[in-house]
């Protein structure tokens, strides 16, 4: 008798494992979506581990995510080893350094929360930085 209640659980767990990986998915590119805005939030790791998680739930979202207009072009260009464009490495270190260092001097008084917001921008930036350039056409 509890072979079968472990049997059942082992079912019930694997039928409920496409389901995690679509909720997973989905809060990554809720967060990849949040990072547009957040500069020191990065959005294409999370739009990628969104793609990885909707094609092992669900292999419509996964379809849906890789052929979107703005966020499937970084997907393609990373499955295919191109890196990111120039101009996306600039416009994203732009945005990051001007919104932490308006916050730095504008709105937080708070040394301990500027060297935070410092470390945490300089850290993205290498991440960027470091991130293969898309060679021109």
């Given at each position: 008798m509890e072979?079968?209640?472990r049997t059942r659980t082992?079912?019930?767990v694997k039928r409920l494992r496409p389901t995690l990986?679509?909720?997973?998915g989905w809060t990554?590119?809720?967060?990849g979506v949040a990072g547009l805005a957040l500069p020191v939030l990065p959005t294409v790791p999370f739009v990628?581990?969104?793609a990885a998680c909707f094609l092992r739930g669900s292999e419509r979202r996964h379809r849906w995510?890789?052929?979107h207009p703005v966020f499937g072009p970084p997907i393609a260009d990373y499955l295919a080893g191109r890196g990111l464009r120039p101009r996306a490495k600039a416009v994203a270190l732009l945005a990051l350094w001007t919104s932490v260092l308006l916050s730095v001097v504008a709105f937080v008084p708070l040394l301990a929360a500027d060297v935070a917001m410092l470390v945490v921008a300089a850290a993205v930036?290498?991440?960027i930085l470091r991130l293969p350039t898309r060679r021109a056409r």
């Open positions: 072979d079968r209640s082992f079912k019930d990986f679509v909720a997973c990554s590119l809720g967060l990628l581990l969104a995510l890789v052929s930036s290498v991440y």
